[in-house]
């Protein structure tokens, strides 16, 4: 008989004592890799090579030419921590000023040098290495730098004529000098004859659209001083196939009275056929005259984000409808292209115009492969819009066809880099005998991750069909179904149709719950409830790469308990300077086996919204959040007038049982154990990752580690803290700021045994240690509609 779910998942609020203060170490770093013997030698080297720079600032000063010269200096593999880049931000911030102003790659700072008087006090700081005595901030800084040398532009375009090509400016880090750069350029590109339009990716980024460029004006541009990249600008389109078929699909209309969540299609149009056109708001919003619209792939997504259950005959999402608005920000491929600025621009155009709509739909994208360090402007861009606008772009992972020529997957196409966005791959939901996946596996066609900084992408996976090669080396395709512009039943594949599928559950969930929209909590409860299906047999690492963080559940799973388990919803703001370090966890003490050890399953998830820093490449994410669950002894009273204490309470023989180090070795090379498949290795808990999540079942534990660990006797805990990159830490404290991040912890914990009812258990804890805590408030309009179908 089915486990009745209906208990209401929790929030939980940390207590006034549980929020603690950071303390130094006061410990100092061991650097084995710093070579010291040669210090003296790469000062005079770094000197001469700033000294090459001092004729260029004469010359331009001489013309009235104010942009800084930039350097781009090649960091050691080894001095990437936080010291070793505030000793080189000691060198070249002189003058109160930030003269390093971001990151090019992964291990290249830019610095800007604004005139002679800034240079002479730079070189005076590394002629310091010749000195008597020389201090080791100065060792460690010049130890640090493997290479300095006078920035050129990264070019990479086609020369032949009327290419359209992208111009990207450098950002100072300065308002003024910013404008001088952008004022420049348009004055070079006028008195040049080259024509230019300024886009809006974002605030932070300066880039223009070049319509037209020759061979000599591409050679003119190299040699304007404030540019970073020249590039071709992409250009979208979308491709679709779809096959007609017989599958008779009953109208569905919404009930009279009734309200239903709204998602924004961003896409080539919805045609108003008659089983979409009564969920179609009244409104909607193109950039295109008709005769240059193509509804085919708008409608094929409309269609299964709207009935893609029924359409399948499985209740994988449990949406019971929703409205649709039409943003038609992308023309028919054959009458006209559209250029990535000209997108991004509609696509902030709509979202901004009708940010009433909180969940849009984006299955578009681009078949180059994301950078592995640099974060694209276009994720960037889709990242500001997300934030500007308090909404949650699903974004699909793309597709690739090197299925066809047996060759390995390409990785997410730029744009779904979108550390904001849910980024959705496709799995396969049969297998045909031709087909290359099996059921329920990563499809063929699906980009894997990871994305820039190893960041999870893609974020979930659902259902977008399979692919294979029959025996003539032909591609055949097991399609999903929709519906074409025409109103019949239509078929075809891609991540384009699984991430609507996606979208249907983050609208579905957002519009159950009854609290102010929170795309942070959106996002933690989708991937806190995603598991991988069971006939998925293969490495963790390879899942998250294939899948990211697997399959989400059903509406109703996501927001309602069972009576054997619990989940608890941690949403708040941390500070810098202060951690949150609750030893009063409230732990089931009945989830004990007859041995006197804990037992049972636990999950936590955590997402953070980090702040970002377009300047800052591969460390784009600026802030980091990490989180510690597991057992101690007792509470440890601290005297807080000693040194460096701040905290009057402390904890003897903490552990974590989130890391690696408590499981069995043996259990985790077993393929058939669930748990070992999805538990996160400790390589994807590291540092800034926005989303992180752990899966623990205690009987993984070694027989020393539980006897350790697991007694009966022992306490809980939970501590989150915050961490920031020295280069925001910088900027902030020149404008008197003290920055923070939002974050949702989720945590649920499960009886395997079903003993007892540890709902009621866990809340009768909350209540005994005085936590406020109260159920998800959830839309009473709408009926509970339990999924039973796929691999719980």
Same mark, same amino acid.
């Given at each position: 008989?089915?486990?009745?779910?209906?208990?209401?998942?929790?929030?939980?609020?940390?207590?006034?004592?549980?929020?603690?203060?950071?303390?130094?170490?006061?410990?100092?770093?061991?650097?084995?890799?710093?070579?010291?013997?040669?210090?003296?030698?790469?000062?005079?080297?770094?000197?001469?090579?700033?000294?090459?720079?001092?004729?260029?600032?004469?010359?331009?000063?001489?013309?009235?030419?104010?942009?800084?010269?930039?350097?781009?200096?090649?960091?050691?593999?080894?001095?990437?921590?936080?010291?070793?880049?505030?000793?080189?931000?000691?060198?070249?911030?002189?003058?109160?000023?930030?003269?390093?102003?971001?990151?090019?790659?992964?291990?290249?700072?830019?610095?800007?040098?604004?005139?002679?008087?800034?240079?002479?006090?730079?070189?005076?700081?590394?002629?310091?290495?010749?000195?008597?005595?020389?201090?080791?901030?100065?060792?460690?800084?010049?130890?640090?730098?493997?290479?300095?040398?006078?920035?050129?532009?990264?070019?990479?375009?086609?020369?032949?004529?009327?290419?359209?090509?992208?111009?990207?400016?450098?950002?100072?880090?300065?308002?003024?000098?910013?404008?001088?750069?952008?004022?420049?350029?348009?004055?070079?590109?006028?008195?040049?004859?080259?024509?230019?339009?300024?886009?809006?990716?974002?605030?932070?980024?300066?880039?223009?659209?070049?319509?037209?460029?020759?061979?000599?004006?591409?050679?003119? /541009?190299?040699?304007? %001083?404030?540019? &970073?990249? $020249? *590039?071709?600008?992409? @250009?979208?389109?979308?491709?679709?196939? +779809?096959?007609?078929?017989?599958?008779?699909?009953?109208?569905?209309?919404?009930?009279?009275?009734?309200?239903?969540?709204?998602?924004?299609?961003?896409?080539?149009?919805?045609?108003?056929?008659?089983?979409?056109?009564?969920?179609?708001?009244?409104?909607?919003?193109?950039?295109?005259?008709?005769?240059?619209?193509?509804?085919?792939?708008?409608?094929?997504?409309?269609?299964? /984000?709207?009935?893609? %259950?029924?359409? &399948?005959? $499985? *209740?994988?999402?449990? @949406?019971?409808?929703?409205?649709?608005? +039409?943003?038609?920000?992308?023309?028919?491929?054959?009458?006209?292209?559209?250029?990535?600025?000209?997108?991004?621009?509609?696509?902030?155009?709509?979202?901004?115009?009708?940010?009433?709509?909180?969940?849009?739909?984006?299955?578009?994208?681009?078949?180059?492969?994301?950078?592995?360090?640099?974060?694209?402007?276009?994720?960037?861009?889709?990242?500001?819009?997300?934030?500007?606008?308090?909404?949650?772009?699903?974004?699909?992972?793309?597709?690739?066809?090197?299925?066809?020529?047996?060759?390995?997957?390409?990785?997410?196409?730029?744009?779904?880099?979108?550390?904001?966005?849910?980024?959705?791959?496709?799995?396969?939901?049969?297998?045909?005998?031709?087909?290359?996946?099996?059921?329920?596996?990563?499809?063929?066609?699906?980009?894997?991750?990871?994305?820039?900084?190893?960041?999870?992408?893609?974020?979930?996976?659902?259902?977008?069909?399979?692919?294979?090669?029959?025996?003539?080396?032909?591609?055949?395709?097991?399609?999903?179904?929709?519906?074409?512009?025409?109103?019949?039943?239509?078929?075809?594949?891609?991540?384009?149709?699984?991430?609507?599928?996606?979208?249907?559950?983050?609208?579905?969930?957002?519009?159950?719950?009854?609290?102010?929209?929170?795309?942070?909590?959106?996002?933690?409860?989708?991937?806190?409830?995603?598991?991988?299906?069971?006939?998925?047999?293969?490495?963790?690492?390879?899942?998250?790469?294939?899948?990211?963080?697997?399959?989400?559940?059903?509406?109703?799973?996501?927001?309602?308990?069972?009576?054997?388990?619990?989940?608890?919803?941690?949403?708040?703001?941390?500070?810098?300077?202060?951690?949150?370090?609750?030893?009063?966890?409230?732990?089931?003490?009945?989830?004990?086996?007859?041995?006197?050890?804990?037992?049972?399953?636990?999950?936590?998830?955590?997402?953070?919204?980090?702040?970002?820093?377009?300047?800052?490449?591969?460390?784009?994410?600026?802030?980091?959040?990490?989180?510690?669950?597991?057992?101690?002894?007792?509470?440890?009273?601290?005297?807080?007038?000693?040194?460096?204490?701040?905290?009057?309470?402390?904890?003897?023989?903490?552990?974590?049982?989130?890391?690696?180090?408590?499981?069995?070795?043996?259990?985790?090379?077993?393929?058939?154990?669930?748990?070992?498949?999805?538990?996160?290795?400790?390589?994807?808990?590291?540092?800034?990752?926005?989303?992180?999540?752990?899966?623990?079942?205690?009987?993984?534990?070694?027989?020393?580690?539980?006897?350790?660990?697991?007694?009966?006797?022992?306490?809980?805990?939970?501590?989150?803290?915050?961490?920031?990159?020295?280069?925001?830490?910088?900027?902030?404290?020149?404008?008197?700021?003290?920055?923070?991040?939002?974050?949702?912890?989720?945590?649920?914990?499960?009886?395997?045994?079903?003993?007892?009812?540890?709902?009621?258990?866990?809340?009768?804890?909350?209540?005994?240690?005085?936590?406020?805590?109260?159920?998800?408030?959830?839309?009473?309009?709408?009926?509970?509609?339990?999924?039973?179908?796929?691999?719980?």
């Amino acid at each position: 008989m089915a486990t009745t779910r209906n208990l209401p998942i929790k929030f939980f609020q940390k207590r006034e004592k549980d929020e603690s203060s950071n303390e130094g170490n006061g410990g100092k770093q061991i650097r084995k890799w710093l070579i010291t013997d040669n210090i003296p030698e790469k000062s005079v080297r770094f000197r001469q090579v700033l000294s090459s720079v001092a004729p260029k600032l004469d010359e331009k000063i001489a013309k009235n030419n104010y942009i800084p010269t930039v350097m781009r200096l090649r960091l050691h593999k080894k001095a990437k921590a936080k010291d070793p880049r505030k000793a080189i931000s000691s060198m070249f911030n002189v003058e109160q000023k930030l003269n390093v102003i971001g990151i090019n790659g992964n291990d290249e700072l830019l610095i800007k040098i604004d005139n002679r008087n800034d240079l002479q006090k730079i070189i005076f700081n590394f002629s310091k290495a010749e000195g008597a005595i020389v201090s080791d901030t100065t060792v460690l800084s010049i130890g640090s730098i493997d290479d300095l040398e006078i920035f050129a532009p990264h070019v990479d375009v086609d020369t032949e004529p009327y290419t359209k090509v992208k111009v990207k400016l450098f950002n100072f880090g300065d308002t003024e000098l910013n404008n001088i750069v952008v004022w420049n350029f348009e004055k070079f590109c006028s008195e040049n004859n080259i024509q230019f339009s300024r886009t809006t990716y974002s605030a932070d980024l300066n880039i223009y659209s070049i319509p037209s460029v020759s061979e000599d004006s591409l050679e003119l /541009l190299k040699e304007f %001083d404030g540019i &970073q990249s $020249i *590039s071709d600008m992409p @250009l979208y389109e979308v491709s679709f196939d +779809e096959l007609e078929v017989e599958q008779p699909i009953n109208v569905r209309v919404p009930v009279e009275g009734k309200e239903y969540p709204v998602v924004g299609i961003l896409d080539s149009g919805v045609a108003a056929i008659p089983h979409l056109k009564p969920w179609l708001t009244s409104e909607s919003i193109t950039y295109y005259p008709e005769s240059d619209i193509n509804k085919g792939h708008g409608t094929f997504v409309a269609g299964v /984000l709207v009935y893609g %259950d029924d359409l &399948q005959g $499985i *209740s994988y999402t449990g @949406l019971e409808g929703c409205k649709i608005f +039409e943003a038609i920000v992308i023309p028919d491929k054959n009458k006209q292209s559209i250029s990535e600025d000209e997108l991004i621009e509609q696509i902030r155009d709509a979202v901004s115009r009708n940010n009433h709509i909180k969940i849009w739909n984006l299955s578009l994208g681009t078949t180059a492969e994301a950078d592995l360090h640099e974060f694209s402007d276009f994720a960037t861009s889709l990242d500001e819009i997300q934030d500007h606008n308090n909404v949650l772009i699903c974004k699909s992972a793309g597709n690739c066809e090197n299925f066809k020529m047996r060759a390995p997957k390409s990785r997410i196409s730029r744009s779904a880099d979108t550390v904001r966005g849910i980024v959705v791959g496709s799995l396969a939901h049969d297998k045909n005998d031709t087909d290359d996946s099996e059921k329920h596996n990563p499809s063929p066609f699906s980009r894997k991750g990871p994305g820039p900084s190893y960041t999870i992408k893609p974020d979930l996976s659902h259902f977008g069909g399979n692919a294979g090669l029959d025996s003539r080396n032909n591609a055949v395709y097991n399609y999903v179904k929709s519906f074409s512009p025409n109103g019949s039943s239509a078929s075809s594949i891609g991540t384009s149709f699984s991430t609507p599928r996606v979208t249907a559950i983050a609208a579905g969930v957002n519009f159950r719950l009854n609290e102010e929209f929170n795309p942070t909590l959106l996002k933690a409860l989708l991937v806190h409830s995603a598991k991988y299906p069971s006939e998925m047999q293969m490495d963790i690492t390879e899942k998250m790469k294939q899948v990211g963080f697997g399959l989400p559940s059903s509406i109703d799973d996501i927001l309602y308990n069972e009576p054997n388990e619990i989940t608890l919803i941690l949403n708040d703001t941390l500070e810098k300077g202060k951690y949150i370090d609750i030893l009063d966890f409230p732990f089931p003490k009945s989830m004990v086996d007859e041995d006197g050890y804990f037992y049972g399953e636990v999950t936590v998830t955590l997402v953070a919204s980090p702040i970002l820093d377009v300047s800052q490449g591969a460390e784009y994410c600026q802030s980091n959040i990490d989180v510690k669950f597991g057992t101690y002894d007792n509470k440890v009273a601290v005297d807080i007038t000693q040194p460096r204490k701040k905290n009057p309470v402390s904890a003897s023989n903490r552990i974590n049982i989130l890391g690696v180090g408590c499981y069995s070795t043996r259990k985790n090379k077993s393929d058939e154990d669930k748990f070992r498949s999805e538990r996160m290795l400790l390589s994807y808990g590291s540092k800034y990752q926005p989303v992180k999540k752990w899966c623990v079942n205690f009987d993984e534990f070694t027989p020393t580690n539980k006897d350790k660990y697991l007694k009966s006797t022992k306490n809980w805990h939970m501590k989150i803290e915050g961490l920031y990159r020295h280069s925001l830490e910088e900027k902030l404290a020149t404008q008197h700021i003290k920055p923070t991040q939002d974050f949702c912890c989720i945590v649920t914990i499960r009886d395997t045994k079903k003993k007892g009812n540890i709902y009621n258990e866990v809340t009768g804890l909350l209540d005994s240690y005085n936590f406020i805590h109260q159920n998800v408030k959830i839309n009473q309009q709408v009926d509970i509609k339990i999924n039973n179908n796929l691999n719980q």
